[in-house]
């Protein structure tokens, strides 16, 4: 595709385009909601007594919140909009 194909494919529906969105915008959240989902069953199959830290999550978590607003929280941290 040419640049200004990809422009235009990148377009939400309303304006006239595909709504084709880069994978790189959407790795970051789609990450953050599968270990925000997964985190109890991981406690769970490892048996901890304390919730375990994910250490990528967490910084990934606050590259999220340095580039736009808090990072949801409870329920909605599992989901992407």
Not at 53 to 77: F, I, M, N, T, V
């Amino acid at each position: 595709m040419s640049d200004s194909q990809w422009l235009q494919a990148s377009l939400p529906i309303k304006s006239g385009g595909l709504g084709i969105r880069r994978v790189s915008s959407l790795a970051l959240p789609a990450f953050l909601a599968s270990a925000a989902t997964t985190i109890l069953l991981q406690n769970e199959i490892l048996g901890g007594s304390q919730p375990l830290l994910d250490e990528s999550a967490e910084s990934l978590k606050g590259r999220w919140e340095a580039s736009y607003d808090p990072a949801p929280s409870d329920q909605s941290a599992t989901k992407q909009s």
